[in-house]
């Protein structure tokens, strides 16, 4: 009656899913397609519609149109029971009324598989809990209860396991943990794993690939590095890690590179680094590829400079500074630097000039709206 | 000052406990004085009662203390059809009202729990029939069911029942009136577990390759069990000490009379005072026992 017991991850593909509810639109025309044995995540943030995705694919909520396609089979009106998918949901939502082992065995027992109890006592040992089988849930901590959430769904081994925010509601320590024994068990289970999250170092630090969603789309997808090195658009720079954003008109453009007249000073980006190249242009730097100088540097064209500005604020993250530089007619721009020696690099209130290379510089497709940092 | 007086070394976290505990004992006592009043008072009456032999004199209504267990045996060979008849008849209309009840708590409770609206008319509609009389209620229905009211004459106009055939006075008239009055009683306290369940657990029994009647009999159904509980107690324990439904002057006949009627006789009319509170301790001792295997039985969710 349901799926197979598949022995590894299986691809899935969604073509133009959209979700419309009253009044809104959730997912907007969504293509997506993960390859099996991928850890995958959607980040975005609240509200963008990634959970919404995620339930789509789990088929606790009914697309309004597109398809859904796991290992090449349209599940798109199948009921959830009959999907090879399995959820680790937010909240966990472990039985209460069950044993730890009955909550794992649960899903084999539904699917008539045999040695049910012993395959939940191997899962359980596989997260290290198989001590407390006996237990109820609610006896167990939070870190625990998750552990047993994802033993429940991987001991099913299917086709595509769905992790809705499933570290959410732990503390720092243990979700690094956490994110380092899911990962683990990832490659050595080697199924589809598909991550929503809202914490960009969690995706970033997991996911072989990364989609950045907002408002029912996806902005951006690529490798964590590429994501990172090169937003495409002011969404995914903002929140994906920070950047400084300058926009201004074009004042040349090249095979090798473009340059932005940015309250009169020249902006430049490598040619390959850049989305557009005519009109308002919006050029940017991550904060830890920017540092400052007490001097003017000297003139060169492999880099940008701008100042003389003023160190506003200082704030102590531990591994690294960061340093806002007010520049008078230029604007505001963050600085990180590591803490490698003294700390502070430099006193609050102090003059200084802000350089980076041009090859750090990347070029964006929109222009920044201001409404990006609103993001968590 | 006073905190200079506690100090450092004050046993706080000692006095404390002890403090809250008297001021809890206190506020038990009204309780305690309640239930000492209106609750050992008479059972202890009851049960000196129940064991008085008729008095010396002869007259009729006068009894004297003595030790006559023979009344218990006297009571339950006397009445023990109406004994049967009384737990059959909860237990029929407990199952009846539960099947008709879940259905109202579960759509009240989880479908219409995000239309505030529908559920407080759903609710208020529920809680309605509290706002007349018991009494009144069940007259009406013996108004409806009596043997010239529109109802039978319509049925027996379409041959759905026979020319001479009744309803008042039948098993089925007064299983009925019961049901009627008793589910409110079973609907609120499910639905009120109804409301609390987590949806997402549901969700997760789907996910986990449960149908939809599997996720209703492994999930919802269990994690609702306290409100099932709950209100089968509240309709089973009334139910079998109930007199109104069953009376003649109402809904039933000499031969649907429940345990209430018999004590009701007994009590008010025949005057056998020993008869109607053995039947009245026997009806307690009963419920007790029935109460607490069924409590311990579901609590170990062996009733699934």
């Known amino acids: 009656m349901s799926a197979d017991f598949v022995a590894r991850g299986q691809d899935l593909e969604l073509e133009s899913i959209r979700k419309e509810f009253p009044g809104f639109v959730a997912v907007d025309d969504l293509d997506l397609k993960i390859p099996a044995g991928e850890?995958?995540?959607?980040?975005?943030?609240?509200?963008?519609?990634k959970t919404t995705t995620l339930r789509m694919i789990a088929g606790l909520e009914t697309?309004?149109?597109?398809?859904?396609?796991?290992?090449?089979?349209?599940?798109?009106?199948?009921?959830?029971?009959?999907?090879?998918?399995?959820?680790?949901f937010q909240n966990y939502a472990l039985f209460p009324h069950m044993s730890v082992e009955e909550n794992v065995a649960?899903?084999?027992?539904?699917?008539?598989v045999d040695n049910p109890q012993q395959r939940a006592q191997a899962a359980l040992e596989m997260v290290e809990l198989q001590h407390l089988a006996a237990r109820r849930p609610q006896q167990l901590s939070g870190g625990q209860q998750q552990r047993v959430a994802l033993a429940r769904a991987l001991v099913n081994r299917p086709a595509l396991l769905l992790l809705d925010e499933p570290l959410g509601a732990l503390d720092l320590k243990l979700r690094r943990q956490m994110q380092i024994e899911l990962k683990a068990i990832q490659m050595e289970v080697g199924l589809t794993f598909l991550h929503v999250t809202h914490d960009q170092e969690e995706a970033m630090d997991m996911a072989d690939t990364v989609a950045v969603m907002n408002h029912g789309h996806i902005e951006q997808m690529g490798a964590p590095e590429a994501l990172y090195d090169r937003p495409k658009t002011a969404f995914v720079a903002k929140f994906l890690g920070q950047s400084n954003l300058f926009v201004g008109e074009v004042a040349e453009a090249d095979d090798a590179k473009l340059a932005i007249n940015f309250k009169g000073n020249r902006l430049a980006a490598p040619a390959a680094r850049v989305e557009k190249t005519k009109g308002k242009v919006a050029i940017g730097v991550r904060p830890e590829k920017t540092s400052f100088h007490p001097e003017k540097p000297a003139s060169d064209p492999a880099v940008n400079t701008l100042g003389p500005g003023t160190i506003t604020d200082i704030r102590f993250t531990g591994v690294s500074n960061q340093y806002q530089i007010e520049i008078p007619d230029v604007g505001e721009i963050t600085v990180f630097a590591q803490n490698v020696g003294k700390s502070p690099v430099v006193e609050l209130g102090a003059e200084v000039w802000v350089s980076w290379k041009v090859e750090h510089s990347f070029g964006l497709a929109d222009l920044p709206t201001g409404e990006e940092e609103v993001a968590e | 000052m006073a905190f200079v007086a506690l100090g450092p070394q004050a046993p706080v976290a000692s006095q404390k406990p002890t403090k809250t505990g008297r001021v809890a004992l206190y506020l038990l006592l009204p309780g305690l004085f309640y239930l000492g009043l209106f609750f050992l008072t008479p059972l202890f009456s009851l049960i000196l009662t129940s064991l008085k032999a008729p008095s010396a004199t002869g007259v009729i209504g006068r009894y004297d203390v003595a030790l006559e267990i023979g009344n218990y045996g006297y009571a339950?060979?006397?009445?023990?059809p109406q004994i049967f008849r009384s737990f059959s008849f909860a237990l029929i209309a407990t199952v009846i009202a539960l099947a008709v009840s879940y259905p109202i708590a579960y759509f009240i409770g989880v479908t219409a729990r995000n239309r505030p609206l529908l559920k407080g008319m759903l609710l208020t509609l529920v809680i309605a029939p509290f706002f007349i009389s018991m009494l009144l209620r069940t007259f009406a229905w013996k108004q409806i069911f009596s043997n010239d009211s529109w109802l039978l004459n319509t049925l027996k106009d379409v041959g759905l029942m026979g020319a001479d055939s009744y309803i008042i006075g039948t098993d089925f008239a007064v299983i009925f009136g019961l049901v009627y009055n008793f589910i409110p009683f079973m609907t609120l306290p499910i639905y009120a577990s109804l409301d609390r369940l987590d949806l997402r657990l549901v969700e997760a029994g789907q996910d986990l390759?449960?149908?939809?009647?599997?996720?209703?009999?492994?999930?919802t159904f269990p994690l609702s069990l306290p409100g099932v509980i709950s209100g089968t107690l509240l309709t089973f324990i009334p139910i079998s000490g109930d007199y109104v439904v069953a009376s003649r002057d109402f809904l039933g006949s000499t031969d649907t009379a429940m345990i209430g009627n018999v004590v009701e006789a007994n009590f008010l009319r025949i005057q056998d005072y020993p008869t109607a509170s053995a039947l009245s301790v026997l009806l307690m001792a009963a419920i007790v026992i029935l109460v607490s295997a069924y409590v311990r039985k579901s609590g170990t969710e062996d009733l699934l």
């Not at chain 1, 850890?39 to 519609?49: K, R, W």
């Not at chain 1, 149109?65 to 999907?83: C, E, F, S, W, Y």
């Not at chain 2, 339950?76 to 023990?80: D, F, S």
């Open chain 1, 39 to 49: 850890f995958f995540a959607l980040l975005g943030p609240s509200g963008c519609g």
């Open chain 1, 63 to 88: 697309p309004s149109a597109g398809h859904i396609l796991i290992g090449g089979n349209d599940v798109t009106d199948q009921k959830p029971h009959h999907r090879p998918v399995n959820t680790v």
């Open chain 1, 106 to 112: 649960f899903g084999l027992k539904q699917r008539k």
């Open chain 2, 76 to 80: 339950l060979g006397q009445y023990a």
């Open chain 2, 209 to 219: 390759y449960a149908n939809s009647v599997t996720t209703f009999r492994k999930i």
